[in-house]
């Protein structure tokens, strides 16, 4: 009891004078965050993309594809950052082996959604306008399953964003790094000051692709 | 293979098979964390979630919810906790269960609005009052979706229940975060295969379940 009044009298939530003195400190934090947090979204999209695109023109290949990743998911981050440091080290890659391979699975299920959701009239007429099939991928299907790739992208930032947060396990926390310091020293202001730029990124960059896909694929804007 | 060895050798010693650190009591306390977040959740969730989608109201309300929980860090909600309600299980079972609920009233609520609504015509024709058709017509037919919320949630929280070890808790994870201030390798894989087998009891779909309904 007596601890909580002492919390509760001395450490407000957030120490204003600290906080101006280690902008450096959170900004560096923050960077280090949207910088895991980039790299492991592309990464997945370049891993989902082409593998979507094929499980999706051989069926045969969905079942093992959403299986491994699948299994792959279930796993906790902080018991794969542990069993990956053995192997890869103490760095970015360990992190972003977790990451990317999260995100695999989101985008994966995603692309193939898309893909099987473009009408089957628009493909004909494709077929009769004498698009080849390459072609008609890359101008006509892909375009059209944009909406639901955008969408598991966003699903895949919001969520990299928050697992970033326990990489500080092996040293790489980004604003994790802010909340394991306000646990360690019982500190409030660098855990609410973490947390808080953490929901705040992840609202950030929700919205942020919700306007791409505004722009991108104007015919889908509900009237 | 030096690794592996090594995890094998930690496994075969019986020390870590009995005690408070021993590999039964952590699973126990795994077990006993996950589940209590769980049925909480689903005891605050489900009603808010069948109530919403019984009468169709607030329905972006309820997926907004979802999205903002998905964006709560979960290592920042424990932390937290932890500040506000010291040592103990109690800080853990709230942001489990703050994790837990989301998945849960997106696919309930969606679950009942997906209801065929000729079918509650009918049952109104047939005289059904308004928890009737609740508890005998949209409950049943929305009882997959609601399972796979249940199993998305599940499957988190199980797998979140690792981090208890990082405020001081018990659990499995606690071989992880010891694993790690020991620099011993054996340790933490072990709670590597434990958890992730109990996580995947869900199968390994139910997380991406989600995907589709959120």
């Keep these: 009891m007596a601890r909580r009044v002492f919390l509760d009298g001395v450490d407000p939530w957030v120490n204003w004078s600290w906080l101006s003195s280690h902008v450096p400190t959170v900004l560096a934090d923050l960077e280090q965050h949207v910088v895991l947090t980039v790299i492991a979204v592309i990464g997945g999209l370049v891993i989902a993309l082409p593998l979507g695109v094929a499980a999706y023109r051989w069926t045969g290949l969905r079942l093992p594809t959403l299986g491994t990743f699948g299994v792959f998911y279930t796993i ?29 699975l989101i ?55 928050g697992i970033v947060t326990i990489a500080w396990v092996i040293g790489l926390g980004g604003l994790g790094e802010l909340i394991l310091q306000g646990y360690i020293e019982s500190f409030h202001t660098p855990l609410v000051v973490g947390s808080a730029l953490c929901v705040a ?10 306007v791409v896909k505004r722009l991108a694929v104007p015919w889908a804007r509900p009237a | 293979m030096d690794f ?8 075969a010693d019986p020390a ?32 808010i979630g069948i109530t919403l989608g019984h009468y169709g109201r607030f329905g972006n309300l309820a997926i907004s919810v979802s999205n903002l929980g998905r964006a709560l860090p979960s290592y920042g909600i424990l932390v937290t906790a932890f500040q506000i309600l010291g040592l103990g299980d109690a800080p853990i ?65 199980v797998a979140t229940a690792t981090l208890a070890a990082a405020i001081a808790g018990g659990g499995l994870g606690r071989y992880i975060i010891d694993g790690f201030a020991r620099g011993r390798q054996g340790s933490y894989s072990r709670a590597l295969t434990s958890s992730g087998s109990s996580g995947s009891s869900g199968r390994p779909a139910s997380r991406a379940t989600a995907f589709k309904t959120a």
């Excluded at chain 1, 906790?76 to 695999?104: C, D, H, K, Q, R």
């Excluded at chain 2, 592996?4 to 496994?11: C, E, N, Q, T, Y």
């Excluded at chain 2, 306390?29 to 969730?45: F, K, M, N, P």
């Excluded at chain 2, 049952?123 to 037919?141: F, K």
């Design chain 1, 76 to 104: 906790p981050s902080l018991a794969l950052f542990a069993l990956l440091v053995p192997y890869t080290g103490i760095s970015g890659v360990t992190a972003e082996i977790a990451l990317i391979g999260y995100n695999v």
């Design chain 1, 107 to 161: 985008l994966l299920r995603n692309v193939i959604v898309g893909l099987d959701e473009v009408p089957n009239d628009v493909l004909d007429a494709a077929d009769g306008m004498g698009y080849r099939p390459l072609a008609r991928l890359l101008r006509v299907e892909l375009p059209l399953a944009l909406p639901a790739i955008i969408a598991g992208v966003r699903v895949a930032t919001v969520s990299t964003i």
């Design chain 1, 201 to 210: 990124l992840a609202l950030t960059a929700d919205l942020g692709l919700a």
């Design chain 2, 4 to 11: 592996l060895h090594r995890v094998f050798i930690w496994l």
């Design chain 2, 16 to 47: 870590h098979w009995h005690g408070s650190d021993g590999i039964p009591t952590r699973l126990g306390e795994h077990l006993h964390l996950s589940l209590e977040a769980v049925a909480i959740g689903a005891l605050i969730a489900l009603p």
């Design chain 2, 93 to 157: 079972i709230l942001a489990l269960t703050a994790l837990a609920i989301p998945p849960m009233v997106t696919n309930s609520y969606v679950g009942l609005r997906e209801v065929n609504p000729d079918l509650k015509d009918a049952a109104r024709g047939m005289g059904y009052r308004e928890l009737a058709l609740v508890l005998r017509i949209e409950l049943p037919l929305a009882v997959p979706l609601i399972m796979a919320g249940i199993r998305t949630s599940a499957v988190q929280v």
